[in-house]
């Protein structure tokens, strides 16, 4: 089993080295959408926000940081290309098994280590889903290999990864 995991993971690093077409799009969207004057360039405000879209925090050193080092004029304003190279590289940082440590938890409220029922209600309702206790309860059956009528982590990764 370690070995699958190790040549997954080894994969999923040679898969992240490149952008989905998704994500350049995403990129591309949030430049245009918080270049205001639709100048081409982006200024220290519209790069906080525009990174704050993509999923990223955006505080005050961390786009400073990204400013200097990728503002190839010296303007202090950064173009396109200068930010897709940015957002580029922080996307392909990020790390995989991190990031879906975080949206477990954003079901698994009270830490236990597991989804119950009582946590898929209350992310359906918080997405504005309106579904019967039975439906939530037949998608917790449908990936709950334990019989526990709960996901675990390792069952959520499954679910996330197509894995199943």
């Given at each position: ?30 430049f245009e959408l918080f270049d205001s004057d639709k100048d081409g360039v982006i200024d220290y405000h519209e790069m906080k926000v525009a990174m704050k879209a993509l999923g990223f ?108």
């Amino acid at each position: 089993m370690s070995n699958k995991i190790d040549v997954n993971n080894r994969n999923a690093r040679k898969k992240r080295r490149e952008l989905t077409n998704e994500q350049k799009e995403e990129i591309k969207e949030a430049f245009e959408l918080f270049d205001s004057d639709k100048d081409g360039v982006i200024d220290y405000h519209e790069m906080k926000v525009a990174m704050k879209a993509l999923g990223f925090d955006g505080r005050k050193a961390e786009v400073l940081k990204i400013i200097k080092d990728y503002d190839r004029d010296g303007s202090g304003n950064i173009y396109y290309d200068d930010f897709f190279d940015a957002m580029k590289d922080k996307i392909l940082e990020k790390n995989p098994e991190e990031e879906m440590k975080r949206a477990f938890q954003l079901f698994d409220d009270e830490g236990t280590g597991k989804i119950s029922l009582r946590n898929l209600r209350r992310v359906a309702r918080e997405l504005g889903e309106t579904m019967s206790d039975d439906e939530l309860r037949n998608m917790i059956e449908e990936f709950d290999k334990s019989g526990k009528g709960e996901i675990d982590f390792e069952n959520f990764v499954s679910i996330m990864t197509g894995d199943v």
